[in-house]
Structures are given as structure tokens and as C-alpha cells.
């Protein structure tokens, strides 16, 4: 949206809305559709096809990762690659001043940028919404990193962590342990903007070709996405409700590294 400046649109939400807008394409010599954005704008593009027959195609491009069908989606590997760099940043005053951070990422409900954020910049640990965790597991994490002398600590919360706001957290640890000098640094909108990565931009190319190609083969209301290096088409209500899956894999490595 940042390129076309749109945005979401409450009109849009009602039939009448739609109405207008299936006019305005009509007008505007435009016959088919495709939809760059996330769960919300796919579901507002098969209202549009359906009540107006219009053919729509989605391109996933959300930071969160979260729809199923597509390994990735555009923005996330631009917005875990700036996660990235202010961790790399922020571990620069940890070190020098023996602190202890918690970094919160966005994401929604996933936690794929957490996680693949603590994997690139070797976090101490990483909150998740996929995964069960406790304060007391967050305090044996800092006893560990004690124990291994560990000069900074970093932990990349998910901004939908279950078990508390990264203030809360932060006034829980230094409930437990006075000596730490606890800081929270909440990264915000930095991670939805910035120059698109080498890899997103091949995956934005190569999704958008796949989607002119499915329009041209007669497919609607599907969402094109790319599964282990190959192009696939998925209904919009699959993409949308399926749900997707932390990688285990990531979530071992991550532990891994913690160490």
C-alpha cells in the first residue's frame, strides 16, 4: 500500500461500499483484481468477486507470516532483517552496560518475526504466542545466563505474548532480581517500513507474475503463494482460517543458540 496509498476502509466493509467500488473498476476499463495484503483484504476481495464477479487474486504481504499456504510472505523478511539490526544495535549498549533487554517485536498473534529474530541475533530466549511459557521459565533463563556468564541478555518478546507485557515482565524480573538493570525497548512501526530486501523483492516478483498467470488461467478468489520453491494457489478461505504452523525445527535451533 505504501506505493498505491491504500488503506483500509470502514466503506468497504459494507455492501454499499462494495458497490461503489466494483463501479469505480468498471469505469476505470479494470476487469480482474489483484490484492496485495493479508487476511482482511482477501476477505474484502471474495465479498467484492461475489457479489459483483469480479476475478480477484491475493499476493500475501503481511509482516506477520501468518498465512497458511506461502513459507513466507512479502514484508517479513524486510521487517525481521530490521528487528535484526536494532537488536545488533541495542546488544552494543547490553554489553557496555551489563543490562538486561526485552525487545518487542510485532507480529499479531504469530510469532514468526520473534522467532526467526532471536535465531539471527542470538537471543537469549524468545516469547511466543505458539508456545507454552511461564514467568518461572523466564527467571531460570536468567539463573542460566548467569550461569554461563553471559555479559548481556536479550529476549525478543512477541507482541502477543500470553504472559504478560514486556513493562510487566520487566517489573517481574527485577521483583526476582534486584541486581538487574532491566530496560524494554518496543521496536514498533520501524518493522513495517524500510528498502524491501533482496529476498523480498524476488518473492514479490515472482508472486506477481504467478498471479497475472493464474488470472489468465481463469482462477478466482485464490491466493497465490510459494511452498518450497514452488508457486501454489490457495483458496482465500483456506489461506485465511487454516492457520500456519511455527516451524519445530526453528523453535530447536532457537534453543540451541540460547544456550
Same mark, same amino acid.
Given at each position: 500500500?505504501?506505493?498505491?496509498? $491504500?488503506?483500509?476502509?470502514?466503506?468497504?466493509?459494507?455492501? %454499499?461500499?462494495?458497490?461503489?467500488?466494483?463501479?469505480?473498476?468498471?469505469?476505470?476499463?479494470?476487469?480482474?483484481?489483484?490484492?496485495?495484503?493479508?487476511?482482511?483484504?482477501?476477505?474484502?476481495?471474495?465479498?467484492?468477486?461475489?457479489?459483483?464477479?469480479?476475478?480477484?487474486?491475493?499476493?500475501?504481504?503481511?509482516?506477520?507470516?501468518?498465512?497458511?499456504?506461502?513459507?513466507?510472505?512479502?514484508?517479513?523478511?524486510?521487517?525481521?532483517?530490521?528487528?535484526?539490526? #536494532?537488536?545488533?544495535?541495542?546488544?552494543?549498549?547490553?554489553? $557496555?552496560?551489563?543490562?538486561? /533487554?526485552?525487545?518487542?517485536?510485532?507480529?499479531?498473534?504469530?510469532? /514468526?518475526?520473534?522467532?526467526? #529474530? #532471536?535465531?539471527?541475533?542470538?537471543?537469549?530466549?524468545?516469547?511466543?504466542?505458539?508456545?507454552?511459557?511461564?514467568?518461572?521459565?523466564? /527467571?531460570?533463563?536468567?539463573?542460566?545466563?548467569?550461569?554461563?556468564?553471559?555479559?548481556?541478555?536479550?529476549?525478543?518478546?512477541?507482541?502477543?505474548?500470553?504472559?504478560?507485557?514486556?513493562?510487566?515482565?520487566?517489573?517481574?524480573?527485577?521483583?526476582?532480581?534486584?541486581?538487574?538493570?532491566?530496560?524494554?525497548?518496543?521496536?514498533?512501526?520501524? %518493522?513495517?517500513?524500510?528498502?524491501? $530486501?533482496?529476498?523480498?523483492?524476488?518473492? #514479490?516478483?515472482?508472486?506477481?507474475?504467478?498471479?497475472?498467470?493464474?488470472?489468465?488461467?481463469?482462477?478466482?478468489?485464490?491466493?497465490?503463494?510459494?511452498?518450497?520453491? %514452488?508457486?501454489?494457489?490457495?483458496? /482465500?478461505?483456506?489461506?485465511?482460517?487454516?492457520?500456519?504452523?511455527?516451524?519445530?525445527?526453528?523453535?530447536?535451533?532457537?534453543?540451541?543458540?540460547?544456550?
Amino acid at each position: 500500500g505504501t506505493w498505491l496509498k $491504500s488503506a483500509r476502509s470502514e466503506a468497504f466493509r459494507t455492501v %454499499q461500499g462494495r458497490a461503489i467500488a466494483a463501479k469505480t473498476l468498471e469505469s476505470d476499463g479494470v476487469d480482474a483484481l489483484v490484492v496485495i495484503g493479508g487476511d482482511g483484504s482477501f476477505r474484502g476481495a471474495q465479498a467484492l468477486s461475489e457479489e459483483h464477479g469480479i476475478p480477484v487474486i491475493g499476493i500475501p504481504g503481511t509482516i506477520d507470516n501468518d498465512l497458511y499456504g506461502t513459507d513466507h510472505s512479502i514484508g517479513f523478511d524486510t521487517a525481521v532483517n530490521t528487528v535484526m539490526h #536494532a537488536v545488533d544495535k541495542i546488544r552494543d549498549t547490553a554489553n $557496555s552496560h551489563n543490562r538486561f /533487554f526485552l525487545v518487542e517485536v510485532m507480529g499479531r498473534d504469530s510469532g /514468526f518475526i520473534a522467532l526467526s #529474530a #532471536a535465531i539471527a541475533t542470538g537471543g537469549m530466549d524468545a516469547i511466543l504466542p505458539e508456545v507454552e511459557y511461564s514467568v518461572d521459565e523466564l /527467571f531460570e533463563t536468567v539463573r542460566q545466563g548467569a550461569k554461563h556468564k553471559k555479559t548481556s541478555n536479550i529476549v525478543i518478546v512477541a507482541e502477543g505474548s500470553t504472559i504478560g507485557s514486556p513493562a510487566e515482565l520487566a517489573q517481574a524480573l527485577v521483583t526476582e532480581f534486584p541486581e538487574l538493570d532491566v530496560k524494554v525497548s518496543t521496536l514498533g512501526h520501524m %518493522q513495517r517500513g524500510g528498502s524491501p $530486501s533482496h529476498l523480498d523483492r524476488i518473492l #514479490a516478483g515472482r508472486l506477481g507474475v504467478g498471479a497475472v498467470d493464474g488470472l489468465l488461467q481463469g482462477k478466482n478468489q485464490v491466493m497465490v503463494g510459494l511452498q518450497q520453491g %514452488q508457486l501454489n494457489y490457495v483458496p /482465500f478461505d483456506k489461506a485465511c482460517s487454516q492457520g500456519k504452523d511455527l516451524n519445530l525445527d526453528l523453535l530447536r535451533v532457537a534453543d540451541i543458540l540460547s544456550i
